[in-house]
Structures are given as structure tokens and as C-alpha cells.
DNA sequence: GTGCCATGCTTCGAATTCGGAGTAATTTAG
DNA sequence: CTAAATTACTCCGAATTCGAAGCATGGCAC
């Protein structure tokens, strides 16, 4: 077991709580005008998103899984409800076969711009408004640098894949 | 409608997007080490959590529902399982019989403090390992601001309590 | 005291999510 | 080239989530 964990002071948990609120509350709020404008989800959004703002418009599913913090069946059923909604179209890749080729219709990016308004809106009332300039450059340089370090010592997808090698 | 909904810039998108990315890695992560050490999933564990943390170990469903971002009846489920697990126990509270006290008991404290050490570890190694003191200060003051700006004005939970006569 | 609305919680049905099993295709080893 | 391992995705069942409706209690007006 743990030896020592020390418990975290005061800042570090006001820090940690405030992360998670704050991200739980715009997230929320989030939802709700997504849905209240255009019926699409969190996730569908960000999937819309991140196509919409791929040079061909396409992405493997594992690309997109990978951006998104998601499951893989999660990503394909909702990607079978914009597939069945016409926001997006399916289709094996050419170049590997066994991998889907997910690309943004024209319907999907007329939706993506009609609810990114709205969503911008709700971003910048919740997150950026109460903000001055300096914090908001702060905030992006911090989580950003907690990012990249999680990118590059995942604790849970961390998959050696040669278990001989180096430990 | 959205007359002009100017677009964000870079290090707006920048600071949303990293937030909202982190907080999803940090979460999920969490919920995998409290699942694996306590078969808790992180509401449970917040809920249980937040009543060791009250004086008597009581709280209201209300007072509960308002500090985890939950909807009442998540809440009224989990609390189900909680009190089927016997971490917690529901009674009808003495000053307002339609009120239900939920109590932490020895048990849930027990199971806090079981996986806590697990908990705190995940949370140093994600978020708080890459930051130096400095960093995590700012982030937390940062953080709190927005959170507080939120508690003041939120967007959707707006309640008017007096509804304007009509009914 | 009685009637009416607000509040607190639970139940219900529908939708979403996840992990694991299953299928198909690519890569690697010999 | 053939067999085994790996990778990519989908299907399935179980668990969790939400919003709306329902039930009971409390406060208030009269």
C-alpha cells in the first residue's frame, strides 16, 4: 500500500476542487445551450469540431477518439447518430481498410456554425468574462503545461508496448 | 438572437479547450483509481467525502445536490446505493419531515479514508506534479474567481423565486 | 382551521455511457 | 506465403444519468 501520502494543503486542494467545479459548471451550461440551439450533445460538438476544423474534413475514428476524452463504443454510437442525422458521412478508409474514414457534411458545418455563436457566448460569460487578460493567458500557459505533462505520462493508458525492453 | 458573436481568439480557444481537456483527463482517472481501490465512482466519492467533511456528517439531499453539480434524482440513486452499501444512512430529518438527513457512518468514513491516499496520489501525479507552487497558486486564485463569478450569476440555474405572481 | 402554492424527495422511462466480446484487416516472424 | 499477434471498429448487456411527473409536507393567506 501507500507508505506516505501526505494529504494535499489547502491550496492544492482549492485548486483541484475549483478545477473540477468550474469545469463541471461550464460544461453544463454548455450542454444545455447545445442542445436548447441545435440538439447536438457535448460530444457530438466536439466531434463536429474537430472535423470541421480538419483540412479535409475527415478523421479515423481513433483520431477523433483520441482528441476526444471518450470510449471507443461511445464514440460509435454518436457517431452513428450523426451519420443517421446527415451531420456526417462513413466510410471505410482507403487506405486501411479496416479503419472508418468519418467526414463532415456540408449539413454538419452549416450546424456547427449555427450553434458556435451561442457556445461561444456561454464560454465567455462563464469562463472568460470574470478574466482579465493576464489571467486568461496564465490559465492557458498552466493547464496547458499540465496537459503535455499528461500527454506524456499517461497513468492509465500508458501501454508499453514492447513489455521486455527497457521498465 | 446573436447579432455579432465575435469569435474567440487563440488563447481564449486555448484556455477552454485545455480546461475542459484536463479536468476530463484528471476526472476519468480519478474515477479509475476509486473504482479499482474502493468500487466508488467519483459522485459517490464526492458525496461521501463532502459529509466526513461536515461537522455532524449530516447533510440535507438538497444541501448535498447543490454542492456536487448533480441533478436530484442521480443523487436520490446514489444515495441509494450508498445506504445499500452501508456508507451512509437516510432518515427523515426532525425539522422538516419532507427533508431527508443523510449520515455518514463509521463505515463510509472507514472506505474514505481506504481510498483517499490512492486519491490524493492520482490527483499530485495529474495536476499537481507539473506546477510549481507558484503556478498552483495562481491557478487556484484564478480558478475560484471564475468559480465565484459563476455562483453569483449563473446562466442557467436562475431561479427566480418569486415568479411573478402568475403561476 | 382550511385551501393553495412552494419545497423536498422519489419514481419512472428514455437516452447515454462504458467495458468486454466479437469480427475483419494489417503487420510481423519464419 | 502462412500463422500469430496487433490494431480498428462495432455489437451487446449492465450501469448511470437526466427531466418530468408524482407524492407528501410546510408555509401563508384568509
Keep these: 500500500m501507500t507508505d506516505d501520502a501526505p494529504p494535499l494543503d489547502a ?3 482549492g485548486a483541484y476542487f475549483a478545477l473540477m467545479e468550474v469545469s463541471s459548471l461550464v460544461q453544463h451550461a454548455v450542454e444545455q445551450q447545445l442542445r436548447a440551439s441545435g440538439d447536438l450533445s457535448w460530444v457530438q460538438f466536439s466531434i463536429l469540431a474537430r472535423l470541421a476544423d480538419t483540412p479535409g474534413g475527415s478523421a479515423r475514428m481513433t483520431d477523433l477518439a483520441d482528441g476526444v476524452v471518450y470510449s471507443r463504443s461511445g464514440l460509435t454510437y454518436q457517431a452513428g447518430l450523426l451519420d443517421k442525422a446527415g451531420l456526417i458521412t462513413r466510410r471505410p478508409s482507403s487506405d486501411d481498410e479496416r ?5 463532415i457534411t456540408d449539413e454538419g458545418r452549416a450546424k456547427v456554425a449555427a450553434v458556435l455563436p451561442g457556445h461561444v457566448d456561454v464560454v465567455r460569460q462563464m469562463l472568460l468574462d470574470p478574466l482579465s487578460r493576464r489571467d486568461l493567458n496564465t490559465l492557458g500557459a498552466v493547464l496547458t503545461r499540465v496537459r503535455d505533462h499528461l500527454r506524456a505520462a499517461p497513468p492509465r493508458s500508458a501501454k508499453p508496448r514492447t513489455r521486455g525492453g527497457a521498465g
Tied chains: 1, 2.
Design 11 to 13: 491550496e492544492q486542494l
Design 99 to 103: 479503419s472508418t474514414t468519418v467526414t
